[in-house]
């Protein structure tokens, strides 16, 4: 597979010498559960990495703010690959900070970046890789000339998977605490995905958009032929909630505190298969700064999606996709969307008509 025209996939892709130490570091990376200080160190060493010894730092740092310290790593890992980014070393800069950030040491830039995370992200409700993203690496940033941020959530959940979380959940220490058993991980592929076509029934809606309702008729949203956007093989765990009800989450969606998006959660490599018939097109860069890389834009529709961790060979910007094709692996997080006469349409009762969440919430 190769990255779609709209995403770039390598943290450091300006240079060929970097993007490829980032890709030899990640595959040093081994298993560590999140607690593990000294598993901390003995992948950063494993990768060379400056950070070498402040594994009791990282958890420290991290602990206190509720933070799976493996996050901050792999934040480290997709930043700077692990400091060994030569101007990130003088700055004592692992996390990318700033910008103009400068640290006396690299404790004192690891305890910065878990109060930052707080303060400015889980307090926030910013609590999954996907939702971090767009406020930690937004696109358009003044020092991101290449448009590099896009990679971010596909970038930080590669290390972060590899270093044992699990990038389907929230980012948040007692989230994490039970994934880290460093075995097969029971909702991780194996096999070929099934998809899942809506069957007809109807959605339990509302009448109004933001609960699934046509914003024209009033009646239940629905899509003909649409297709659940995750194909996962029989067993795997598929996890969302009805974010529209969800108080408290940015940016705000038909005047309220709730984002207009669903977020999916699943295990990393999932396939993500079109959810309707149509032409593929890229995000704005305000729809990208909540998170969406690409629509796929129908007769009277169009839906949506977060970045995929790598994109099947053909998928571009103005390709023609019909319903369910394969477009890529996941990166364990999805974000879906869904318009309908340029009105922004709540997506989860639908999605809960083709495939019930595993939250049990409809």
């Known amino acids: ?11 450091f892709a300006v240079s060929g010498a ?19 200080g000294v598993g901390i160190d003995r992948n950063l060493a494993a990768v060379g990495s400056p950070l070498t010894g402040s594994g009791a730092t990282f958890v420290e740092a991290a602990a206190a703010v509720g933070l799976d310290p493996r996050f901050l790593v792999a934040v480290a890992g997709h930043e700077t690959i692990f400091e060994t980014y030569g101007p990130a070393r ?5 996390f990318g900070l700033g910008p103009g950030w400068i640290f006396g040491s690299e404790a004192e830039a690891i305890r910065q970046a878990a109060r930052s995370l707080k303060g400015g992200y889980l307090d926030e409700g910013r609590i999954a890789i996907a939702q971090i993203a767009p406020k930690w690496a937004p696109l358009g940033a003044a020092n991101d000339p290449g448009g590099l941020n896009r990679s971010w959530t596909a970038g930080v959940g590669a290390y972060y998977a590899a270093l044992g979380g699990d990038p389907r959940l929230p980012v948040l220490l007692g989230q994490q605490l039970g994934s ?29 958009a933001s609960q699934g309702g046509d914003p024209y008729t009033g009646s239940a949203a629905t899509i003909d032929g649409f297709v659940f956007p995750l194909a996962a093989p029989a067993g795997a765990t598929i996890a969302y909630r009805n974010d529209f009800t969800q108080p408290g989450a940015l940016p705000g969606c038909f005047g309220q505190g709730w984002r207009c998006v669903t977020t999916i959660l699943s295990a990393p490599g999932n396939t993500v298969a079109a959810p309707l018939g149509g032409r593929l097109e890229p995000a ?10 690409f629509w796929i834009r129908g007769r009277r529709n169009r839906i949506g999606l977060s970045g995929l961790a790598e994109y099947q060979p053909g998928v571009a ?40 969440s595993d939250l049990g919430v409809s």
């Open 18 to 36: 970097i993007a490829g130490s980032a890709s030899a570091a990640a595959s040093e990376l081994r298993c560590v559960t999140p607690l593990d």
């Open 90 to 94: 003088v700055i004592h800069n692992p």
């Open 284 to 293: 704005t860069p305000a729809e990208a700064a909540t998170g969406l890389a």
């Open 180 to 208: 880290g058993s460093c075995g097969p991980r029971s909702g991780a592929p194996s096999g070929t995905g099934a998809v899942v076509v809506w069957d007809g029934r109807t959605p339990k809606t509302g009448p109004v």
């Open 1 to 11: 597979m190769r990255a779609a025209p709209w995403l770039v996939v390598a943290a």
């Open 317 to 356: 910007s103005g390709v023609e996709v019909r319903a369910g094709q394969a477009l890529g692996s996941g990166t364990g997080t999805l974000l879906v969307a869904w318009e309908r006469g340029g009105l922004r349409v709540n997506p989860h009762p639908m999605l809960f008509a083709t495939r019930p």
